[in-house]
């Protein structure tokens, strides 16, 4: 799939002409990268559906005021990233559970998931994922997984990267501790 | 060098009559790469490098464990998910025409501001009834020419300037006017006042008084 850069797709959606188009290909372009970092944090499927879908009706309204201090991905990512956390600060609200009970229903809906293919290890280092605070564990994910710059991840989450940097070395210890039990 | 860049030559005349048509297209990339994919290359290798060695030394359990997305999708769903994307965008924009139309006629909106709404309307309607059917510029005006048109009318400095006796004289001659009432008196029959105060004992001497 041809890729484009943010002027192209920029200055496709400001040509009312194009503007479907061009928001059709910015779909195509960032869907898989912004889907998986949503289910990472959200785990269900499901739930990562509606939260993508929130994500780009959001980027939708929003890209008229896109003001291009940074780049379309981290504006992506960040929107993705507070709509994941929004999510689940609802999901504790709706059903009066703390940290760690959602951190449980992650963990029981992972046992459950169709979607989930992975092996007993990597159905431990998920389960080792989710005990970690929430933005602890986004930043674990994303420079584990999508092996993103610290200095990309200090745009998105509007951290310096120093305490990024330190973030990560916390949650690659807690998991590791994790992984020795048993 | 120089016998590559020969070697080079040869093939490419070999190429016009092995291949004249191959030979005849540009030669260029047909791949593309992401924007910037270049850019960045070297310090990105640098970086998973790095995040590699610091895993392996801090966490050699998690460093065995081979990486990849053990999350799956249903099948196509990434096929369909713009158009799911799209479809909801389009569901939206109408949702939130219908949630301003709502928000406007809320009870709590719509029900005072239509009662303001008839208020000024009534207010204007009353104000409209009770209002002169001339206004007081126009008054002015009428009154003004009805001062200096009409023949009956009598100014301020005409009634100064008019002889007091003349005035007399055109009462006493106008037999409509009764200003005095000594006709009455005088047309009264004498005999019966006479037998008016008899009748009621009146004192004339009280009456005398009293004239």
């Not at chain 1, 188009?21 to 509606?50: C, M, P, S």
């Not at chain 1, 609200?93 to 809906?109: E, G, K, P, Y």
């Not at chain 2, 008054?139 to 007399?168: P, R």
Request: with cysteine.
């Amino acid at each position: 799939m041809q890729e484009y850069t943010d002027q192209e797709l920029l200055t496709r959606f400001r040509d009312p002409s194009s503007r479907n188009y061009a928001f059709n290909l910015l779909v195509n372009q960032y869907q898989k990268k912004i889907y998986w970092h949503i289910r990472r944090i959200v785990i269900d499927h499901d739930d990562a559906n509606d939260v993508v879908q929130n994500v780009f009706i959001k980027v939708w309204r929003g890209l008229d005021n896109f003001k291009e201090d940074s780049r379309l991905y981290t504006w992506l990512y960040r929107i993705a990233t507070n709509e994941s956390l929004t999510f689940l600060k609802q999901k504790r609200s709706s059903s009066f559970v703390s940290f760690d009970d959602v951190a449980h229903q992650l963990s029981r809906s992972l046992e459950d998931d169709n979607y989930f293919k992975g092996d007993a290890i990597q159905k431990k280092l998920q389960q080792a994922i989710l005990t970690l605070p929430e933005k602890q564990r986004i930043v674990f994910n994303m420079k584990y997984f999508d092996e993103m710059k610290y200095e990309e991840m200090s745009e998105v989450l509007e951290t310096s990267v120093g305490a990024l940097k330190a973030s990560y070395h916390h949650a690659v210890k807690k998991i590791e501790e994790f992984l020795k039990k048993d | 060098m120089d016998d590559k860049n020969k070697i080079n030559d040869e093939l490419n005349d070999n190429l016009d009559e092995i291949a004249p048509r191959l030979s005849k297209l540009r030669k260029e990339e047909p791949f593309r790469v992401p924007a910037d994919y270049f850019d960045d290359l070297a310090s990105k290798i640098l970086s998973k490098c790095d995040n590699a060695d610091e895993i392996k030394e801090i966490a050699p359990l998690l460093s065995e464990i081979p990486k990849y997305n053990p999350f799956t999708v249903p099948g196509g769903y990434f096929d369909h998910l713009p158009l799911q994307v799209q479809e909801k965008c389009i569901e939206t924009r109408r949702s939130s025409w219908a949630a301003k139309l709502a928000w406007l006629l809320r009870p709590s909106f719509f029900i005072p501001a239509a009662a303001a709404v008839i208020a000024v309307v009534i207010a204007m309607v009353l104000m409209k009834e009770n209002s002169p059917l001339v206004s007081e510029s126009e008054m002015t005006a009428m009154n003004v020419s009805y001062d200096s048109n009409s023949t009956d009318a009598i100014t301020e400095d005409a009634l100064l300037g008019m002889d007091d006796a003349a005035v007399l004289e055109s009462l006493w001659s106008d037999p409509a006017t009764d200003i005095t009432g000594d006709d009455h008196y005088l047309s009264a029959n004498e005999e019966d006042i006479i037998d008016y105060l008899l009748d009621n004992n009146t004192d004339i001497s009280s009456i005398v008084t009293e004239l």
